[in-house]
């Protein structure tokens, strides 16, 4: 299912999603009819205001969590029919997921955390790795291990884990969130370059307005809808 | 309890007794013989003085199996067994100096059911032994004797009691004593082992079976084994296969093997009247079936137009005592039908 | 599927392990915490398998020790007809001749034996089949029975008998003879002794043939003496209380093992959390992350196991001279004093090993399986003693302590340590609630700010560290519970023996005639010769036994009396009263002032005395009272008085003039000296055990010490940058352990002082039959609570050194790294 059948134009397609989360404290409705389709070779900007429930629907997009309602298909994936393994296939081999927590494997060193989810998939490439870590940057820190990162050089650790594989779909939340403007930039150029030359599709969370407009589309979250 | 604990004890009993597992035979038959007496094919057999112990012999025993019918329509077999080993050729008859070792096996079987017992005993102080007259063969409770007044062993009472099951039982005999081979004197072997041997497979037997599930009435008929030798076995023998018949036209049928490099089969088949016609290698064919040991067998002597299949009533009849081997009832089917007992000795222990 | 999944399980299973590799010291406390407690826990198997091995092995040695015996009454004779006769009713026995070989100033127990019955006692005697491969000399029946005989025995015992007459008897040496015994055959022994037909005694199969004609039908003459019935010197009620001293312990040690591993494990999945859910997230299946997970616990739980093994076999080694040692105390015997190694307790030891795991792991694995992908922060729930937890932890205790009664009420040794089990839990589960409240009160006494902070902090770190709060306190009750019991024992037995055994020598003859000759001798010799007479009888419905003893000062001051009615000694010289043991007494309900029924006709009871080791009833009546009641009574027994030193002398020559056995005469002060030899090596053994336990619960706490300061650091850096000096909390985290401790050692003392009761009230009844009084040591009681300080000291040092030379750079990353 290597870069899904190129024939597949819509890479992720989302019609009526509904999200509400169910806390001691009541309901917190969080996404009320998201529609959203990305295509190859898309890049598309979520903006919103912070709780608004970007991070939410980049996570059912990526098959972290489920929809309560709503048609989500990902890469030819029926996400409201699958189950675990399907998903984790899903994940392994056709997205890479930029959280914005970092979540790198503490215990690895940033080589191993930068190669490891193109070895889950299998699709490591020693060249191709290199070449991502001195573009990121991280060429100098190879060794280390993350606690012994700032919280920039983690972030950049965990775009080389996403990007690494050269996987359909990146999703992307506040990728930039911990860096200065330039590096910033830098970083965009680079998954954007991966959209370009592999066709694979960037769905990219941020507040910065520099960022989004880097992207073919940008819409903006508000009242659990997409506009 | 293993070897170790037993220690002393069972080093001492296990070497005497038929049953170490020795590189001497099955049962230690195929043992050393030096002073004891000799089967002599000239000796010939008197009675009564043959019916009781001849101590200068190093083995010998009284072997009584009944096959009976119970009052609930079903088929049982009785086993009551005495061995006598001499531990000397020769040496006091009385007290605890005497060198005899007694053994006994006593079984009650039915299609269901196997239970067994076993008793040791020392000679020479009242606990186990023989008499020639009145017959009394005895060890511990159990005894196998003519009641009083009766002679020789045409008339017998016949009682065994173990854990589970217990059995008394009285026996007539309605025909004359048999001897097998050249008057009694029984070749075991290419090479000239022999014993001393001779039957009463004339009797009917009737009694009580205590059993598990209650007593019950039996009646039917038995067949006595009287042997004794002092080395039964060539060493390279490893066991026998043994079949007494009674087939319902009146004949007995003895059929026997001795299993060694090649097996060497002996027999005696009895008219009603109990005239003996001896069996040797190529009269009689036993061809075993499946299984070890095997449960069924097909037993054919052509001369006599015998070509039988027998069964066992329970294939589960193995007897787990010091030497362990199988004896069971068996019903016969074929040429002629009838009943019998079929007794298999050294095949691996399953 | 593009990737070999095989690759990817070494992929996830490196990432998993790399979390050992960073934090090398927690993998080591998961494998010790494992290992010591597979080692205590196999150790105490181990040392219990040998020694129950090992006292088989004495008391089959001929298969002696464990069947019933018949002899005749006092004076009459046994002999070979009584055997047959009773052989011929279908009884299942063997004959037996003891006696005495002289060979100058040697003496050699010579023991008859007969070979071919005595293996019929037994079932499954071709179980033995390869005797002939066996140890020992190639054993030959006929030349063992036919005179001259053969004899067996040790080298030793041969060269005692060199140049003796035995009438040319063969000396077979068997390294496995019994020592200083001759074996030979029962017609041989009755040659060599002299004794015509007579026999000493039947020994029986246990389980005789049904159908066979009772015994007074056939031999009236003879008794049945159960082998467990002991007399008063009798070591296996002492043995028994050894194994049931051990078997306690094993229990103990496998509850606070479970404890130990249940809070490495749970550590191994609380800190790995993060990590489970990124290579979830990062695309690897539940199901294989628990799978995986499961694999790299067994193989730790294996690995430890194993280790766990080979250092409780070094445990059990070292302790085993001290089993062995006793054992030949006891028996006389030389058992060997090496360790076998048997497949049963290395079985149980991985065993524990993988299911002490396994219980912990599955808290862990399914906890694993139902995480969230998204986790909403980054709490620790393993740190935090959630309000629920606790409510849930005291109700598993109320259930557990419900159960408790039920399981007393099924009776029987398992009930007892079924009530043992859940009686421990429950205390165990409360621990944490009860410490959280003291801490409450504290919260709201607590005057400074930073006694608050305190006081708050540490009820904050009791939920990672209860587990390990748990197993000390386990640990340390187990200490107390055994302690107590083995001094208790030793206390009221020493105690007891002193009364009980308050003449210097105790005399059996073999017949009356033997007695009176024996009475007529030692009449000169003597200070006083106190005779006891004793018959049997029914007593309350039991099979019991009548004794009559002579009016006498060694029996006014000494006997160890539980009630006694005033002027007790001299009615029960005149016959007016009588005295009953505590088994009778309790048995039947009977106390001071009730009358009982007795052979020639009842008599008020004037007091009961306490009679440890002895299963039945039992009365004591004035000696001429009894002589009218049992004229027959066989008058073989005596007790001797005589100066102490001079009492071995005595013994000697007593022995030598009337060729008695070893048996027949019991002196008072090696009894004494060789049930005090017991529980002295209890305690050695016990006091080991103890240290082990003990860290045991250390590790568990230091373990629990080191997670939580790492967990910790966002909690102190606040305090820290407050401006609180990293030396002071230091200084206050040591503190705070020591106090959890001490408050952890003052909870175990009563939970402790509950199990020696259940120990000795319940466990001790129901195996024995008796109630033994609970002797609490306050020099134990410090000991212990000296030694929860130190395993607190030993384990908090580390963590709070740590913490003194915490880097303010680790500290700042807590600020950092906020987000
Ligand atoms: N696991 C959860 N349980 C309950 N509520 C949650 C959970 N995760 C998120 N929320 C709530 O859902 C809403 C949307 O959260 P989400 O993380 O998607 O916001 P966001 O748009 O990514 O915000 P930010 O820009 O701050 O990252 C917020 O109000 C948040 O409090
Ligand atoms: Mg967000």
Redesign the interface.
Known sequence: ??DASPALAEIAHARGIHKTYHTPGGEVPVLRGVDLSVRRGESVAITGESGSGKSTLL?LI?G??APDDGALSVLGTDLRAAD??AR??????G?G?I?Q?F??????DVR?NLG??A?????FDAARAETLARDLGLSALLGR?P?QLS?GQQQRVAIG?ALAGNPPLVLADEPTGNLDEATGDAVAQLMLALVRQRGSALVLVTHSARLADLCDRRVHLRAGRLA | MNARRAGLVAALLLAALPGAAQERGFAGLGGDNAGYALPDRARGLTFPRDHGAHEDFRIEWWYLTANLRGEDGRDYGVQWTLFRSALAPEGPLQGWAAPQAWMAHAAATSPDGHHFAERFGRGGIGQAGVTAAPFAAWIDDWQMAAPEGAAGIDRLRVTARGGDFGYDLSATAHGPLVAHGQNGFSVKSASGQASHYYSQPFYDIEGTLALPGGEVKVAGQAWLDREWSSQPLDRSQRGWDWIALHLDDGRKLMAAQVRGDAPFLFGSLIAPDGTVQPLRQGDLMLDAGRGSPPTRWRVRVPGAGIDVTIDAVNPDSGMATSVPYWEGPVTVEGSSRGRGYLEMTGYPAR | MTTGRLARWRLVLGALVSHWMRRPLQLAMLLAGLMLATALWSGVQAVNAEARASYATAADRLGTGALPRLEPAGGQALTTADFVALRRAGWQVSPVVEGRLRNGTARVSLLGIEPVTRLGLTPAANDGGDASAGPGPQADLGAFITPPGQGYATAATARALDGADLRGLAIVIDADAPPNTLIVDVGIAQGLLGMGENLTALVAATAQPPGAPPLDRIAPHLTLSDPQAGSAADPAALTDSFHLNLTAFALLSFIVGLFITQSAVGLAFEQRGGVLRTLRALGVPRAEVLALMAAELAVAALVAGAAGIVLGWAMAAALMPGVAATLSGLYGADVAGSLQLRPGWVLSGLGMALAGTALAGARGLIQTARMPLLAAGMAAPWAQATARGLRLQVIAAGVLVLALPLCLAVGGLVGGFAALACGLLAAALVLPAVLDAVLRLAATRARGVLTGWFVADTRQQLGGLSLALMALMLALAANIGVGTMVGSFRSTFTGWLDQRLSAELYVTARTEDEGRAIRDWLATRADAILPIWNAEASLAGQPGRIYGVADDPTYRDNWPLLAAAPGLWDSLAEGRAVLVNEQLSRRAGLDIGDRIDLPGGALPIAGVYSDYGNPSPQVMMGLDDFGHRFPDAPRLYQAVRVAPDRAGALAAGLADRFDLPASAIVDQSQAKRVSLQIFERTFAVTAALNVLTLAVAGIALLTGLLTLASIRLPQLAPVWAAGIPRRRLARLDLLRTLLLAVATGAFAVPVGLGLAWMLLAVVNVEAFGWRLPMDVSVPLLARLGAASVLTALAAGALPALRLARITPGQLLRVFADER
């Open positions: 299912m290597n996570h990526g972290l969590d675990d393994t984790a296939t899903l994940r392994r081999n997205i997921m959280f927590q979540n790198l494997i503490p215990s690895l191993a490891f989810q070895r889950l998939a299998g699709r291990y606690e919280g884990r």
